[in-house]
């Protein structure tokens, strides 16, 4: 069955220091890989997508994610996180089974420390 | 501000109960989502629909049921409500069908089962 698994519930980082979420999938073809970011309150916002060509993915707010067949992982990276980026992270596949649908991740909750 | 709304922003009911959250998508998007985030099942998706027509089905329990209206917003109606039941419910537009199209999410309804 499809699955993603984002091992971290939650990382807190520097203020300026680099950022990496990992996040790792089950599927048996080719995936459909998103990253959503949910801040206090609010909807999901998509970061970015994957579906093919290039496994560097770059997406809004300065993130980006690779994609690494072999690890079956999709972990997504900031060099420099900001304060405003605090918030909670949801990595995604989506799968077809009985119609297209996307599956989550537990989340990974990132506090940002000055 | 994704331009996805939702009505109403928090509901409280009792167990037993019937209620209907509302959804209207983004200006000229015909694919509806509904999503449901809880503290044990995290986000799950529940169903889709495109141009008035279910095109996808998640984890939706019998006791709820959606449908999309010729004007293209959503309802999804939530009846014999158990405590589990309580969670926020999100909805999400996208201008197509297409797997790969973007989906834009609502702030969602909380709901509370008393």
């Known amino acids: 069955a499809q699955s993603v698994t984002q091992p971290d519930i939650h990382i807190t980082v520097s203020e300026g220091a680099s950022l990496e979420l990992r996040c790792n999938y089950s599927y048996g073809a080719t995936p459909y890989l998103f990253w959503y970011v949910q801040s206090p309150g609010q909807g999901l916002q998509l970061l970015l997508k994957y579906f093919s060509g290039d496994t560097l993915v770059q997406g809004i707010k300065g993130f980006e994610a690779e994609f690494k067949r072999s690890q079956s992982s999709f972990n997504l990276r900031k060099p420099s996180v900001h304060w405003s980026d605090a918030a909670e992270y949801f990595c995604a596949v989506g799968a077809y089974t009985g119609g297209f649908k996307t599956i989550f991740g537990a989340g990974t909750r990132l506090f940002v420390k000055a | 501000d994704s331009g996805v709304t939702q009505t109403p922003k928090h509901l409280i009911t009792a167990t037993g109960q019937r209620v209907t959250l509302r959804c209207s998508p983004r200006s000229g998007d015909l694919s509806v989502y509904w999503y449901q985030q809880s503290l044990d099942q995290g986000l799950q998706f529940l169903i889709q629909?495109?141009?008035?027509?279910?095109?996808a089905k998640g984890n939706i329990l019998e006791r709820f049921s959606a449908q999309q209206f010729p004007d293209l917003h959503s309802e999804l109606n939530l009846s014999s409500l158990e405590l589990g039941d309580s969670a926020l419910y999100f909805c999400?537009?996208?201008?197509?069908?297409?797997?790969?199209?973007?989906?834009?999410f609502g702030p969602g309804t909380r709901l509370t089962v008393l």
């Open positions: 999400a537009s996208s201008v197509g069908p297409m797997d790969t199209d973007t989906q834009y």
């Open positions: 629909y495109y141009n008035g027509e279910e095109r």
